[in-house]
């Protein structure tokens, strides 16, 4: 396997492991939140999530390798997921939306990252592209929910 393919493979399965993560992190809160709409919300992304994690896996096997089956305790501490069950647990919309869009924060980062390798292919570039664009546009709608005056957090 020559050293592109390898390096492809790499940049595939690290948005793998931010993918699951953030799949976890919104699937949690769809589950833990108060509040029917943010709870659709995050169930969208969940679902969203999990559909671009079996795209980057189809990608690695269609490459001949292995791939990352699920999202990394380090990866989810790093991307501010693991302050999520507090701010479930305080039933505060405005701190669950900060959380969610503080991990938002790392998937973008990871998707710009990719996105700058010059090591991937035609096809790789455009999936990762197409990914980063709904990433992108989640977290701007996160950030849009977080700051906007339905979930302000009470002073």
Do not use: C
């Amino acid at each position: 396997m020559n050293s592109n393919i390898k390096s492809t493979i790499k940049t595939l399965n690290d948005l793998i492991e931010v993918v699951k993560d953030g799949q976890q992190g919104f699937k949690t809160s769809a589950e833990d939140v108060k509040v029917p709409e943010l709870a659709r919300v995050f169930d969208r992304y969940a679902k969203q999530r999990a559909e671009f994690a079996a795209e980057l896996q189809a990608r690695v096997v269609g490459l001949g390798a292995d791939v990352e089956t699920s999202g990394s305790l380090s990866g989810s501490i790093h991307r501010g997921w693991i302050n999520l069950k507090s701010a479930l647990s305080s039933n505060e919309p405005h701190s669950v939306l900060e959380e969610a869009e503080r991990g938002e924060d790392s998937a973008v980062a990871a998707y710009r990252k990719a996105l700058e390798a010059t090591h991937l292919d035609l096809p790789t570039q455009e999936l990762i592209s197409r990914q980063y664009a709904d990433v992108k546009a989640a977290h701007d709608h996160v950030k849009q929910l977080r700051d906007g005056s339905t979930y302000r957090k009470a002073s």
